[in-house]
Antibody, heavy 118, light 108 residues
Framework: QVQLEESGGGVVQPGRSLRLSCAAS????????MHWVRQAPGKGLEWVAV????????YYAESVKGRFTISRDNSKNTLYLQMNSLRDEDTAVYYC???????????WGQGTLVTVSS | DIQMTQSPSSLSASVGDRVTITCQAS??????LNWYQQKPGKAPKLLIY???NLETGVPSRFSGSGYGADFSFTIANLQPEDIATYYC??????????FGPGTKVNIK
């Protein structure tokens, strides 16, 4: 069965960096685009970034552009999110999600919490 | 940028009631709209895609309709397990996805 498992969250000071991982299993990872979506405490869902199945394209939300980098290692079935220059407003649960036809998410991970605080 | 609005932001209804949530896009998005259910502490779950198609395995009491900029989502016979927040999501500007602010559904 399809599984996505995020890791790497934690407490980090403003201005510091953190890298999230999303380990995929149960499907051919290299066939699918993958996204990161976040949810601040008590708030709604916010799309963060997407990477094409073959790494050829990446797109970012304006709120993270220039600070976050999405990447993937298809040989390791793993998606990454490198987060630099973290701000208080980046505090959220970060989900990875599988993209179907650049139209919808059919599977999500359980999320990993990132807390930016001094 | 496309903006999505939802109404109401929250509602309370009785078991067995028919519940309808609306979602409006700031521009014509054709049928490029999905609906997700998120229960507390859990990841969202896809219920409806392309405005009106029921995802496999989702109970038939859930339905969606609409085209252009105005959409609706209905739970035909509200059940206790439907307590959740429901989000619409546009993919008209794919691969960039835009979510609505959510509608929290409670049992009266």
């Amino acid at each position: 069965q399809v599984q996505l498992e995020e890791s790497g969250g934690g407490v980090v000071q403003p201005g510091r960096s953190l890298r999230l991982s999303c380990a995929a299993s149960g499907f051919t990872f290299s066939d699918y685009g993958m996204h990161w979506v976040r949810q601040a405490p008590g708030k709604g869902l916010e799309w963060v970034a997407v990477i094409w199945y073959d790494k050829s394209y990446t797109y970012y939300a304006e709120s993270v552009k220039g600070r976050f980098t999405i990447s993937r290692d298809n040989s390791k079935n793993t998606l990454y999110l490198q987060m630099n220059s973290l701000r208080d407003e980046d505090t959220a649960v970060y989900y990875c999600a599988r993209d179907v036809r650049s139209a919808r998410y059919d599977f999500w991970g359980q999320g990993t919490l990132v807390t930016v605080s001094s | 940028d496309i903006q999505m609005t939802q109404s109401p932001s929250s509602l309370s209804a009785s078991v067995g009631d028919r519940v309808t949530i609306t979602c409006q896009a700031s521009q014509d998005i054709r049928n490029c709209l999905n609906w997700y259910q998120q229960k507390p502490g859990k990841a969202p779950k896809l219920l409806i895609y392309d405005a009106s198609n029921l995802e496999t395995g989702v109970p038939s009491r859930f339905s969606g309709s609409g085209y252009g900029a105005d959409f609706s989502f209905t739970i035909a016979n509200l059940q206790p397990e439907d307590i959740a927040t429901y989000y619409c999501q546009s993919y008209d500007k794919r691969p960039i996805f835009t979510f609505g602010p959510g509608t929290k559904v409670n049992i009266k």
